[in-house]
Nanobody, 116 residues
Framework: QVQLVESGGGLVQPGGSLRLSCAASGFTFSTYAMNWYRQPPGKERELVAVITSAAKSTNYADFVKGRFTISRDNAKNTLYLQMNNLKPEDTAVYYC?????????WGQGTQVTVSS
């Protein structure tokens, strides 16, 4: 069965950095696009970044462009999100996501809190 397990969240000061990981299993990771979403407290879940299967193309939400980088290691079945220059408004639960055989899968999420 498809499993997505996020890790790497935590408490960081404004201007700091974190790298999130998403370990994938149960499907051929290298053949599927992957996404990062986030859900700020009291708000809707929103798309942060996407990466194609072979990492030839990436796209970012305007609010993270120039600060976040999505990447993947297909040999390790792992998705990453490098987050730099973090702001308090980046506080959210971050989720990785994919769609396999017309079914959407989510991880359990990892909490990122940006606060001084």
């Amino acid at each position: 069965q498809v499993q997505l397990v996020e890790s790497g969240g935590g408490l960081v000061q404004p201007g700091g950095s974190l790298r999130l990981s998403c370990a994938a299993s149960g499907f051929t990771f290298s053949t599927y696009a992957m996404n990062w979403y986030r859900q700020p407290p009291g708000k809707e879940r929103e798309l942060v970044a996407v990466i194609t299967s072979a990492a030839k193309s990436t796209n970012y939400a305007d609010f993270v462009k120039g600060r976040f980088t999505i990447s993947r290691d297909n040999a390790k079945n792992t998705l990453y999100l490098q987050m730099n220059n973090l702001k308090p408004e980046d506080t959210a639960v971050y989720y990785c996501n994919t769609r396999v055989s017309y079914v959407t899968y989510w991880g359990q999420g990892t909490q990122v809190t940006v606060s001084s």
